[in-house]
């Protein structure tokens, strides 16, 4: 890594453009690297067997000694869900965030047997943080989670300010606003780049407050006939709080069902993020002792997750609640793009079992996290950037920032569509990306084996398409004769039942082969398995239109 | 098939609903069946190797000479696409339908080269179809193609209205409007069921009227720099005519790409619903002698269908067009359910490669073909039927309808949700589901093998997941020792290259289970392989979480 220049600041996106999920940037100034955010992404339906992804720090870790920190923004899974897998790789470099970030990173540390070997640090939100070159300061925001901060990044070659995810709330669940005046403040001494959110710029206007959910949850909590079942994200801690909230006013008791939601329940309340009346709370394992009327349960699975409390209620697979025709459900959330097929199919099967279901398009019980396009045109007016640089959104909401900024004044060369691993170098007279590091998505699964080999994925995709056949033949080679097979295995390709006729001519046809192999050959196995696993793709792909993995297995005996 | 008495009339769904495609219905009064309907669906994510998947209709099968015809409602692939794969074994059953459904089908007859054993019956707006005890009287409706229509099925046991797919649209592009007076008018003669659509139930309100998308095309195409592209279905004949048109009032040329809308725009313009001026279509392979700010382009590909004509051009694999700086693409359609991650993954594409990409979101492109819950109820109120019984929706739509109706006055016992197979049984007095028939759906891989068997998808399932090992072991029963191998193939479970200890370990275990195996031995070769399979399995968990499909293959030489 070179030593930049006086004035000179680079700003290089690890993952989080061009895709929503696993937020990280690196700042760097002169030597020193300052990493914002360690987020994971949720894999694609074609990432077989991957648990979770993670940026590819191939570069933070060949520069270790330059890193200085990272500091995270909020508690959300693609800001901090990275750094189970990442800091051991970076001889955990201090981690500094919000309380309530890091309480809830702690959990998954601890999971990881790792909390002991990091170094984490709390700020609050009038903390001033000086971490070498860079000193930063944060900046509350509204959120969907408490303790949500942007970063005033001040660097010897300027302040750059990183929103994180933010919108505006004038009626916040927890009371605390977005800070405007200390972002106007620091906003007026001069900025040279906006990092900023654009998730919700195709969206038009403002976005409602949270306050329109807990008033919907009012009304379905003081009319439904039985139990109220209100699924969410775990880190939801203001969805919990309005569900607390109305609970308490209509005379209910509140359990929260699950792993993960029982401990940020318990970690919320604990650290002041949840407040809950005395008495109110009932355990998990006590609900069937409540009447119906008088309980509302908080779950996880508003995603689909066919693991999390939601997806077992409704496959009638869960160990504490099962689901009753009077039972009405709140999906509070709204489908993340790609899990769209796993909430639906949920929502029916709940509905199949005679509960009320009650999501989005039905009534308001769910608000967006992120700000919609005048909220984003508010902060960078405020800001007012010499560059403006879209993060946290696919190519199409990039690009619609861009066309936005472009509008409302910003030079198209002063505003950036950026890609992982592109090194945007900005000093007071241009910007521009100068280079491109190693860069890119590492696919985890997280049942223990680490990181999964891109050959391995790609096989697994061949496989769910057209399956394998695997052809054995003992030969003697002496002879040139078959002594033991063919056999052939096969799964995933055809009903093995009903294509007799198929096997019966595979296997004809490596008999023809060795039929012409002569005795005492000198050809290599491994090119008599490549003539066999030609001859037999091309027979299968004319007789069946597929093109099953063949492995032919050659012995020689 | 019993034979139902006087007054009785059953409804049995084969598809279409609990989901959204392969609508296919069938109607029974005393010894006959009509069907209505016979459409396809595409597959779910987890269906691989699936291309498309159809009903079951062993139920119509093994009921053969009770079936009249089937009966088109219109000419979307959701209802008329599974006629290729289910005529023939129906011993072609004649088909009714309107013109252009009739001329759509019969490409792909035709394709299938089934054309010529199949009857084709058209139908106009005033026909009245007499079929066995059947009446059919087609009412005209709006929707996203021409020639759509509501059917009044008049049968000894009362009058069905079975509404297909409609919206309501008071300024048509092709001018012919929902024909209210005459579902009026039969509708005043007492309905004893209403069929209805439910798709956008959801959706308050009435759906815009389709010219909303003609003047955004006009604002487009007239402020576009270079070529307009719009992508939509190849179906959409609406669409194509108000291209034509805008193109027309900007002086620019037209242009078909792809094979699919090619046939469509030709036999429209053909069968005359589409018009098209003279010398204002170019051929595709002409394209590039145009003026870029004189063409538009028509394409498929909205649903991100990876060979259609848009995900080519995203992918820069398009023989005639590719996309440059000025290109303005229109995506004119909305992302069907579980389709949402390959359309905006094309859409990014476009947008990486400079093009101007204008969606839903953006710019009012997209109307939807189905009518919004004012919509519905307004059939309802008209048709004012005894029974209400939602179709073409997924469990929540139909619920959703159910409660829509009992506010609207049925009661709960006259609005059903079903599922598909459910014999609904319906007469003056009552109406209840008393059975349910074989059915379900087919999966079908259209590259020539026909159905898929569940087993092989099952497989297909396991090895996306995990991959698979084989053992190859050839063994000497007298002696009991091994005298080939242990060799391993697998793929798609483990990276081998970074997995020499697991591989040796597992060698090892199998060298050792035959270690002790006593020489003569006459346990079975199956039980063999189940031990080794076993131990393989349990060993291959242990140290990696992870469960490859085991095969273990025990030769005898």
Redesign the interface.
Known sequence: METLPEGTLRFIPLGGV?EIGKNMYAYQVRDQILVVDCGLKFP??DM??VDVVVPDVRWLIENKDAVQAIVLTHGHEDHIGGLAHILPQLDNVPVYGPKLALGLAKGRLSERKILGQVTLREFGPDDILSIGHFTVEPIRVSHSIPDSFALAIRTPAGTMIHTGDFKFDQTPVDGLLFDVAKLARISEEGVLGLVSDTTNV??PGFVPSEQIVGQTFDRIIREAPGRVIIASFASQIHRMQMAVNSAQKFGRKVAAVGRSIQTNFEFASTAGYLQVPEGIRVRAEDTGSVRAAELVILTTGSQGEPLAGLSRMANDDHRQVRIQENDTIILSASPI??N??AV?RV???L??RGAN?I?D??MPVHVSGHGYSEELKLVLNIVNPRYAIPVHG???ML??YNIIAQEMGWRKEDTFHLSIGDVLELNETEGKVVDRIPSGAVLV?S???GA??E??LR??????????V?L?V?LNRETGEI???P?I?S?????MD?SEDLINDAVASVREYFEGFPAGSSREIDAVQGDLRQSLKKLFERR???RP?V?P?V?E?
Chains 1, 2 share one sequence.
């Open positions: 061009g694609d339906d077989f067997g195709e969206r793009p790609g769209e097929d639906w929502v029916n099967r509905i199949e279901v999501y398009t039905i696919e190519a199409r690009r619609r699964d049942s223990g084996s999964i080999h050959v391995v096989d697994r995709q061949h496989l769910a398409e057209d399956g394998f695997v054995v003992g002594v033991s097979g056999e295995l799964r995933g390709f055809v009903y009903h069946t239109g597929r993995l492995l297995l012995m005996l």
